[in-house]
Structure formats: C-alpha cells, structure tokens
C-alpha cells in the first residue's frame, strides 16, 4: 500500500506561477503532495483561472471585505480546512499574516522569497540586491514563523547578477529558479506529514 500523499493548500495574491509550478509537480504519480485548494485574496486574479483549468478547486476570499484581518484569515482557514488541507504552501500572497493565522498553522506553512534569506526580507529583493553590488541573488524556500521572512531555511537557489542587470530582468531569472525550487522544498517538506 502506498504512503498517502499529503493534502496541500497554496495561498496566492495574483498570477500563481509558482503556485502553477506546484500543480504542475503533483501531477507526478511519485510526488509526496496533492494540490486541493487554491486560496486567493484578490478576485480576478489571473492565478485563480490557472488553478481551475489545471483542476485544481479555487476560490477568491476578497480581504477588501473584511473589516480586520483576522476575519479575512478565519474565512480563509475555513476553506483550507474545509478541503482537508494539512499543508500550506505560500507561492505570492502579498499578505502579512496575523498571529491567529501562522501560529493555527505552526510548522504546517511555508513561504518562497526571492532572496537569499536573511538578506532582503520584505519587498524590492532584486533592486536592493543590484543596489548593495551582489555579484548573487536568489530565492529561499522557508517556514512561515511570526517574524516576516524569518522563519527556518528549507532551500535556496542562487542566481548570479549579471552586467547591465536591471530589477526585471534579475526578476525573470530568479522567477526560473524559484518554479524548480518551490516543487523540490514543498515535496522534501512534506514528507514529514505522510502517513
């Protein structure tokens, strides 16, 4: 009998490409995770269409219609649990979550940033990587704890900057790294939950 794969919820914020990578890696018979529910924040983002033509069940949750936060986040475990969902893979959910939602997930959620973690949590990771004269940039792979971008390192990708570098065009390529990345972190990851 094999091992049961593991019931995976990914959040996402707008074009779901790494969330589409994540799809995409399931589809492998030998692959330890499911892909269940696609969870978004933004109604009409492009990510949403992705997921359903892929199969994968989607919804939008609209934070804009939450007073607090922590409604918005409630609403969205309901789905998530509602979809047997036993992991959660961040893949650009532009968010900062509350307390309430990452400690009801606590070492159940893990997020891909594009740097080299600890350097450049937040926003502008290429620009500021091009700015400080790097000769590398990069994504990470790592849990979801309380402080943002914090939590422990599952994986990283180095990408070299190259000459006449802007921020796009670091972007494009760290992008093709993370989308080999990302599969590769959340199957390792995931392992640890199958039954």
Request: charged fraction near 20%.
């Amino acid at each position: 009998m094999s091992e049961a794969r593991v019931k995976v919820g990914v959040l996402i914020s707008g074009r779901g490409s790494n969330m589409k990578a994540l799809i995409e890696a399931a589809g492998a018979a030998d692959y330890p995770a499911q892909i269940v529910a696609v969870v978004c924040n933004k109604p009409g983002a492009e990510g949403l269409n992705i997921a359903s033509d892929l199969g994968v069940f989607a919804v939008a949750i609209d934070h804009g219609l939450f007073a607090e936060r922590e409604g918005h986040e409630r609403a969205m475990d309901a789905v998530l649990r509602d979809a047997g969902v036993q992991v959660i893979a961040m893949a650009g959910f532009m968010r900062v979550l509350t307390p309430w939602f990452i400690e009801a997930w606590a070492g159940r959620m893990i997020n891909i940033h594009p740097s080299l973690l600890p350097l450049y949590p937040g926003l502008n990771t290429h620009a500021r990587a091009i700015d400080a004269g790097d000769a590398e940039a990069g994504c990470t792979v790592h849990e979801v704890t309380l402080g943002v971008d914090e939590g422990p390192v599952l994986g990283q990708a180095r990408v070299p900057v190259l000459a006449g570098d802007d921020a796009a065009s670091l972007a494009a390529r760290v992008l093709e790294a993370e989308h080999a990345l990302y599969p590769a972190a959340l199957a390792a990851f995931c392992e640890r939950f199958r039954q």
